[in-house]
T-cell receptor, first 111, second 113 residues
Framework: GQQLNQSPQSMFIQEGEDVSMNCTSS?????WLWYKQDPGEGPVLLIA?????ELTSNGRLTAQFGITRKDSFLNISASIPSDVGIYFCAGYASGTYKYIFGTGTRLKVLA | ETGVTQTPRHLVMGMTNKKSLKCEQH?????MYWYKQSAKKPLELMFVYSLEERVENNSVPSRFSPECPNSSHLFLHLHTLQPEDSALYLC????????????FGPGTRLTVL
């Protein structure tokens, strides 16, 4: 089925570094969502984006809805150990009831 | 706590058993979803209910049977499963058209022996 290209697949960073990840699609979406998932838990919604070009922050997290509506990125500034986990993007096209998910970015933070 | 609860959190069953997964959302949402999450694969949408009506059925085998008795509750009935059905089963809910934020429950870790 349809899926989003999410990169990088995994990354190891030092505590205090900034992190950037992105998702791209061949389809246009009306909404982009970013989630974080810890082991054995469900994904937790971090940021929702509704307009092309929109830039939204949630604490140390910043996400942007690409101008073409086919991509989005997530930045984490000054990473801390509890940022460890898998980050997923999801795109939603109105009227479809379908959320298309990326393959995830596994983040590991070295103290 | 996302407002979506799932029980049980862990389930081990044999291939001949019948069991059910339960999901409840306390957010007043109109749409509910079942997803399957297997290792190293993207989330797979299984079923979608909007206002208790099934609106999406993603070619899921008939050994998985959903039920949505009201807009707050969603069940997934399981029977004669296969070992490859072992996965994390996630329930989610969303408000509906125009408000597209989707919230997930903690999941049920299912192991089929």
């Amino acid at each position: 089925g349809q899926q989003l290209n999410q990169s990088p697949q995994s990354m190891f960073i030092q505590e205090g570094e900034d992190v950037s990840m992105n998702c791209t699609s061949s389809s246009i979406f009306n909404t982009w969502l970013w989630y974080k998932q810890d082991p054995g838990e469900g994904p937790v919604l971090l940021i929702a984006l509704y307009k092309a070009g929109e830039l939204t922050s949630n604490g140390r997290l910043t996400a942007q809805f690409g101008i073409t509506r086919k991509d989005s990125f997530l930045n984490i500034s000054a990473s801390i150990p509890s940022d460890v986990g898998i980050y997923f993007c999801a795109g939603y096209a109105s009227g479809t009831y379908k959320y298309i998910f990326g393959t995830g970015t596994r983040l590991k933070v070295l103290a | 706590e996302t407002g979506v609860t799932q029980t049980p959190r862990h389930l081990v069953m044999g291939m001949t058993n019948k069991k059910s997964l339960k999901c409840e959302q306390h957010l007043g949402h109109n749409a509910m979803y079942w997803y399957k999450q297997s290792a190293k694969k993207p989330l797979e949408l299984m079923f979608v209910y909007s206002l208790e009506e099934r609106v999406e059925n993603n070619s899921v085998p008939s050994r998985f049977s959903p039920e949505c008795p009201n807009s707050s509750h969603l069940f997934l009935h399981l029977h004669t499963l296969q070992p490859e059905d072992s996965a994390l089963y996630l329930c989610a809910s969303s408000q509906g058209p125009g408000i597209n934020e989707q919230f997930f429950g903690p999941g049920t870790r299912l192991t089929v022996l």
